[in-house]
């Protein structure tokens, strides 16, 4: 299996990653199951009550161990496909994301650079009799290799520098397009991911792409994507949404975002300072 052009592919990732070369991928953008589903939680009110936080059997495993394993195993086959130097920003409960960051780096499979907290700004009611509402996302962003210095980084694109904080707003639910995944996140802020960490032209993988807001992030700002998702009804609906987006765009040529590292964005304010 290749990589020289974009993929939607159904099937486990862990089988599929397998196949797939070492050091073939740019950038690394997904949301992992939580394994939250069917423990008593809660995810919002309806006029005949509380919805239980139960998003399906894809997010639900035997016990905490047998998650984290296979979590560990899919980070291991990340850390192989990755570039050197490459990012990865990975969606995770924020229960259990630092801690995993943390081991990531402990076993040498990645290094940690920062959380990402992504509060969401428009948030449906839900029992709070006994607890406080969560009312923000966690990602981690990892890079490949533990030994590589701040400004040692394969790809970081700085944007404008209100968009380059670990803080980045998230609107739950959006008026223009619903979501077709339980879990989906919003467009515009995988592109913001998408752009920083990859250029025109790189090859992203989502594991668990779901809805594929990652590949369709990736075909509105001309990046490769390899998109993995094994439930057969969001891959339906992936392809459905990803066709829809490619019979109204028009192909942009392959020119790469314009890279500042931080080391020039330094050099540029010292000089405006006077320094």
């Not at 993929?7 to 949301?31: H, T, Y």
């Not at 589903?37 to 009110?45: D, I, M, R, V």
Request: aromatic residues 12%.
């Amino acid at each position: 299996m290749n990589t020289n052009h974009s993929q939607i592919i159904r099937g486990d990732c862990l089988e599929v990653m397998a196949k797939l070369p070492s050091q073939s991928v740019d950038f690394i953008c997904s949301d992992l199951p939580y394994n939250i589903s069917g423990k008593g939680g809660t995810t919002y009110s309806t006029k005949h009550g509380f919805v239980p936080a139960d998003f399906g059997e894809w997010d639900k495993w035997k016990s905490d161990e047998a998650y984290l394993e296979f979590v560990f195993q899919v980070c291991a086959e990340y850390r192989r496909l990755l570039k050197p130097n490459a990012s990865a920003v990975l969606f995770l409960s924020y229960y259990k994301g630092g801690w995993i960051a943390y081991e990531l780096e402990r076993r040498g499979l990645f290094r940690f650079r920062s959380p990402i907290v992504f509060p969401k700004r428009n948030l449906k009611e839900v029992n709070l009799q006994r607890k406080l509402q969560a009312a923000f996302e966690y990602a981690v962003w990892l890079s490949n290799d533990r030994k590589s210095s701040e400004y040692g980084l394969r790809t970081f694109n700085c944007l404008h520098p209100t968009l380059m904080r670990n803080v980045m707003d998230y609107s739950l639910y959006s008026t223009s397009e619903p979501a077709i995944h339980p879990t989906q996140k919003p467009l515009e802020v995988i592109k913001r991911l998408v752009k920083i960490f990859s250029n025109p032209g790189d090859v992203v993988l989502d594991s668990f792409a779901g809805g594929g807001t990652t590949p369709l992030a990736c075909l509105q700002t001309n990046r490769r994507y390899l998109a993995i998702e094994k439930d057969g009804r969001y891959f339906r609906k992936m392809k459905k949404r990803l066709e829809n987006q490619e019979r109204t765009q028009t192909v942009k040529p392959s020119t790469r975002e314009p890279y500042v590292s931080p080391a020039a964005n330094l050099i540029s304010r010292m000089k405006r300072w006077g320094a």
